[in-house]
């Protein structure tokens, strides 16, 4: 996957994950989480296509 569209997750170098969400056509779009650093949510943000 690129980042032009589709899911992505971004870890933390301990292994826990720290952020998820979907591109579109290299932009982001549409729910994004962020994680604390044991893997629970912390925020979400709507991102809106341009």
Sequence with gaps: MTR????????????????????DKGEPVGEWITYDSEGNKHKTTTRNKK
């Design 4 to 23: 032009e569209g589709g899911y992505w997750e971004w870890y933390r170098a301990d292994g826990s994950i720290k952020r998820s969400g979907y591109f």
